[in-house]
C-alpha cells in the first residue's frame, strides 16, 4: 500500500478552499455532455450484470494547460473566477514534479527518470467529487474499492467530513481529511515501473447519513503512445520483471474493458512465470 500525506506545500491565497464551490453539485445544471469536461456517475455491475449507481457524482476536466480548456468549461466557472482553479492547478503540477523526483531517488535512479519514463505529453485530469448524504449508508459506497489508473494521484479532501478509506495490513483504514494537507495516492503506472517496489493503493469511499463530503482528486497520467515497463536499473537476477512493456493506450482498452467490475488492469500485464 502507498498512500501518504503531504502538507509541505501551502497554496497561496487559500486556494484549495475556494475550489470547492466548483463541485459536481454547484455545476449539475450548468454542463453540457463532452469528451473532455463531462458530469459522470460512477457503478458497478450485479450479478445480473445491471449497472447499480455509486452514491457520488464527479465532474472531470483536464487541469493543464488551462489555456485550452477555458472554452469547454461551464460559464458559471468563469464568471466565479476560474483563475482559483487555474493557480490551484499550477502550484498542484510543482508539487507532482517534487514528489516523482523524490519516489525516483527512493528507487535508486536520476532524479528525473520517473518523469520522463512516464513521457513528454502527460495527460493532466481534475476530477471534483460529491458525496450526497445518503439514507442507509450500510447498503452502498459512495465509490466502490479501486487502484487509480494513473501514476500519481494528489487528493483535497474536505474538512470536517470524513469518507476515504484505505486497505492496511487486510483492514479498512480510516483517512481522516487534516487541515491544508493532502493525500498523495500512488497509481498503477508507477507501481509497474518501480517493478512492484511501489504499491498502488487500494482504496474506496463510504457515505454517511448527515453531512455531504467532496473532494478534489488531480491526476497524473502517460500519454496514449507511451511506452511503460519495468525500468531497467533496479532489475537484476534477484529482482526480475514482474510485468511486460506495454503501450498506456493498451492499458486504457482493458480498463475500459473492465468497467463496472473490481478492475484487475496492472495484473493483466504481468509476467507469467
Not at 194 to 219: I, M, P, Q, W, Y
Amino acid at each position: 500500500m502507498a498512500s501518504f500525506r503531504s502538507s509541505t506545500m501551502a497554496l497561496p491565497g487559500n486556494y484549495a478552499t475556494k475550489c470547492w464551490p466548483f463541485s459536481p453539485l454547484s455545476l449539475n445544471s450548468h454542463i453540457e455532455k463532452g469528451q473532455k469536461v463531462r458530469l459522470f456517475k460512477n457503478y458497478v455491475k450485479s450479478d445480473g450484470q445491471n449497472q447499480v449507481s455509486m452514491w457520488s457524482e464527479s465532474f472531470a476536466h483536464p487541469w493543464r494547460p488551462l489555456d485550452d480548456i477555458l472554452h469547454l468549461c461551464p460559464k458559471i466557472l468563469l464568471n466565479t473566477g476560474y483563475e482559483v482553479v487555474a493557480e490551484y492547478g499550477k502550484e498542484i503540477y510543482v508539487l507532482m514534479k517534487r514528489l516523482l523526483s523524490l519516489i525516483s531517488l527512493g528507487l535508486g535512479l536520476e532524479t528525473d527518470c520517473l518523469e520522463t519514463k512516464i513521457g513528454e505529453k502527460p495527460k493532466f485530469q481534475a476530477q471534483g467529487n460529491y458525496y450526497p448524504p445518503c439514507p442507509d449508508p450500510e447498503l452502498t459506497l459512495g465509490l466502490n474499492v479501486h487502484t487509480d489508473m494513473c501514476a500519481l494521484t494528489i487528493v483535497r479532501q474536505s474538512e470536517g467530513v470524513s469518507g476515504l478509506q484505505v486497505i492496511k495490513d487486510g483492514n479498512w483504514v480510516q483517512v481522516e481529511p487534516i487541515p491544508d494537507a493532502f493525500v498523495i495516492n500512488i497509481g498503477d503506472q508507477i507501481q509497474v515501473l518501480s517493478n512492484g517496489r511501489f504499491k498502488s493503493v487500494h482504496h474506496r469511499d463510504v457515505t454517511n447519513e448527515t453531512r455531504f463530503r467532496v473532494s478534489l482528486a488531480t491526476f497524473y497520467t502517460p500519454g496514449k503512445d507511451t511506452v511503460i515497463g519495468p525500468i531497467r536499473d533496479p532489475i537484476d537476477e534477484q529482482h526480475p520483471p514482474i510485468y511486460r512493456d506495454y503501450h498506456f493506450s493498451e492499458f486504457l482498452e482493458e480498463f475500459f474493458k473492465q468497467e463496472g467490475t473490481r478492475r484487475m488492469v496492472k495484473e493483466t500485464f504481468e509476467l507469467k512465470a
